[in-house]
Nanobody, 129 residues
Framework: QVRLVESGGGSVQAGDSLRLSCAASGGTFSRYMLGWFRQAPGKEREFVAAITRSGTNTDYRDSVQGRFTISRDNDKKTVYLQMNSLKPEVTAVYYC??????????????????????WGQGTQVAVAS
């Protein structure tokens, strides 16, 4: 089974940018739908972005649309989350997740955390006001 390790988090000022990376090892990377989720203190884990196996389809939660971009490099077995114009409200631990699938499935499947079978340990993003 694939293993995931996030990196790239840190403490930044409002308006700054960060690029999170999630490196995978093991498994067949191209057979996994990938997602980013986040969890702030006292809050439930929530969907941020998802990307299909080939990278041709993506989806985002409304509040990050236009500011965050998810992408993947199947040769490097890495999924990225580019975050621009950061606001204090996005402060959270960010997790990447993988869902194995051989068949083509709708991107909507990747919006639910319960659909993912593999999770990374998370990387902290803190945005100061």
């Amino acid at each position: 089974q694939v293993r995931l390790v996030e990196s790239g988090g840190g403490s930044v000022q409002a308006g700054d940018s960060l690029r999170l990376s999630c490196a995978a090892s093991g498994g067949t990377f191209s057979r996994y739908m990938l997602g980013w989720f986040r969890q702030a203190p006292g809050k439930e884990r929530e969907f941020v972005a998802a990307i299909t196996r080939s990278g041709t389809n993506t989806d985002y939660r409304d509040s990050v649309q236009g500011r965050f971009t998810i992408s993947r490099d199947n040769d490097k077995k890495t999924v990225y989350l580019q975050m621009n114009s950061l606001k204090p409200e996005v402060t959270a631990v960010y997790y990447c997740a993988a869902k194995h699938t051989i068949l083509t499935i709708p991107i909507s499947t990747g919006l639910d955390a319960a659909a993912y079978s593999v999770w990374g340990q998370g990387t902290q993003v803190a945005v100061a006001s």
